[in-house]
């Protein structure tokens, strides 16, 4: 036997998804009921998610076993929030300073390293290996090495893009379109997962130990649409014959 | 007769909602069995990582996802956590996503029980941190440094699971489940800097993307998607929800080419004759 809070939030999920997926037929009042539970259950997590796991254990316990030096950066961030006090405000430049420095000293040097030095290197080093590689290997380093080098010049503005240099532009928008292309296809899919996600779970609250949940709801959906387009189209015909 | 045609092109868009979810329900409430064929070269190098390493090695594992990636993430977090516990490996777990708590403990309680491992012996689940650039770079030098209790609060210090384990150098594998960036800062800022094996289970969304870093070995593998899911499911036999989705997503998928390739044939049809 299912217990009954397990049996509740089985009616809980199976209504609010089904309640928002009715958007796609029309707007009616149950999607909007979602859609404001949503961000105000969204809300009331981040805030709670503030309270017991960065203000209590970051801050307040710390503080209440002696470790005063947390205050400091708990001033600084506190600074941030002056910027709603036009007054104060200036204020709020020393914690953005530090999260600037902070940041820019962080992220620099590993983005260089990563995403710069490393993928140039990984470009490059086929080529230097080239006696050991198969002919596909030879082939997709060349590939690869191509096309960066086209798609770089395909950013670069200093040159107009005419003559011989307009066809090495061309030919790296055709690898960027490859590129999109073949996210727009991943997209797709990751889509689809998520709705196959939904309907697999409701597929679970349809069963007898959630008590029908998915089909009571579905049936309640069905009924207000057509409930609502009878009487609308009442409302409608009696409209019409008034202004004749 | 062009004028039928044309009337194609009108369609209400909710009998093509309604289409695919007839599409995806139906494998549902009634597997059809479609084979998984494919076992991508980037999912195989996360499960030979994972495969080569001696029983007892530590393998860190970062789960940063939370419900509104679960379909395709979860499934790839369960696979790896099984194939972890197959091989006797020793599990630490920690997220920078607060809302992924909830799905890591479901998880453990699952896959715990099916391999009777004992927690704090074979695993360990760590509170959500804030603050991720902090939590890392701390961790190169002290893990105990940054995390001095578990989830529940429970000292972590004399845990067996940990023994031995202070820094990243101690540990055999990093592997971080993730929709979000950041499987960016495994990569940038423990992988390369501290030269830790890094792996990752992706969104399909994401998947691309990371090509570059598979390239450069980077990365030391990668799970992207279901469909990622599904081929470790393969890789570890034991089939879960990653495989079950493969069905709706075939079917999905061919739903689409067919709209597409019948809208622009109608297209050509209507166009040129």
């Not at chain 1, 260089?112 to 290996?129: E, H, N, R, V």
């Amino acid at each position: 036997m299912v217990d009954t809070s397990i049996i509740a939030g089985g009616w809980l999920a199976a209504g609010l998804t089904i309640f928002i997926f009715s958007f796609l037929y029309r707007d009616n009042p149950f999607f909007k009921i979602a859609e404001h539970l949503y961000l105000g259950a969204g809300m009331g997590w981040l805030f709670q998610v503030s309270v017991n796991s960065v203000w209590i254990p970051k801050i307040w316990e710390p503080v209440s076993k002696g470790e005063l030096l947390v205050i400091i950066p708990s001033v600084m961030g506190l600074t941030l929030l002056t910027q709603f006090i036009p007054k104060l405000s200036w204020m709020s430049r020393y914690g953005f300073t530090f999260m600037m420095g902070y940041g820019s000293g962080l992220a620099i040097p590993a983005g260089l390293s990563t995403d710069f030095m490393s993928q140039i290197a990984g470009t490059i080093k086929p080529f230097s290996l080239l006696a050991s590689l198969s002919a596909m290997d030879i082939f997709n380093a060349l590939l690869v090495a191509g096309g960066a080098i086209c798609v770089l010049f395909y950013f670069f503005f200093s040159v107009e893009h005419k003559g011989h240099l307009k066809k090495v532009s061309n030919v790296g928008i055709y690898f960027l379109m490859v590129y999109f292309g073949a996210a727009f296809g991943n997209t797709v899919m990751a889509r689809f997962s998520l709705l196959y996600g939904r309907f697999d779970d409701l597929f679970t609250f349809s069963g007898s130990n959630y008590f029908y949940a998915t089909q009571v709801v579905l049936a309640c959906m069905v009924l207000y649409f057509l409930l609502h387009g009878f009487f609308s189209g009442k409302k409608e015909d009696a409209a019409g014959e008034e202004a004749a | 007769m062009k004028d039928t045609l044309q009337k194609f092109f009108k369609i209400d868009r909710r009998w093509i909602f309604l289409l695919l979810t007839v599409t995806l329900f139906v494998p549902i409430v009634k597997p059809i069995g479609l084979p998984n064929k494919s076992i991508s070269q980037a999912t195989t190098r996360v499960y030979q990582n994972i495969e080569k390493l001696p029983a007892g090695s530590f393998v860190l594992l970062s789960l940063d996802y939370d419900p509104s990636t679960r379909p395709e993430l979860h499934p790839m977090a369960m696979a790896l956590v099984r194939h972890a516990f197959a091989k006797n490996l020793r599990v630490g777990v920690v997220t920078y996503i607060a809302g992924s708590t909830g799905l890591i403990e479901e998880l453990f309680a699952r896959v715990g029980k099916e391999y009777n491992k004992t927690y704090g012996a074979d695993y360990v689940i760590l509170p959500y941190q804030p603050n991720i650039l902090a939590v890392m770079t701390q961790m190169a030098s002290d893990l105990f440094g940054i995390y001095t209790s578990d989830r529940n609060g429970a000292p972590i210090g004399g845990m067996p699971v940990l023994k031995g384990v202070k820094s990243y150098k101690d540990m055999s594998l990093i592997v971080c489940v993730t929709g979000t960036a950041i499987l960016d800062y495994w990569v940038a800022y423990v992988g390369d800097k501290y030269s830790v094996p890094v792996a990752g289970g992706v969104t399909a969304i994401s998947q691309p993307g990371y090509g570059p870093y598979l390239q450069t070995n980077q990365l030391k593998g990668l799970i992207g998607g279901m469909k990622g899911a599904a081929e470790y499911e393969s890789l570890i036999k034991q089939p879960g929800k990653g495989t079950s989705g493969i069905d709706a997503l075939n079917l999905a998928h061919l739903l689409v080419l067919i709209l597409i390739l019948t809208s622009n044939i109608i297209l050509l049809f209507v166009k040129y004759f």
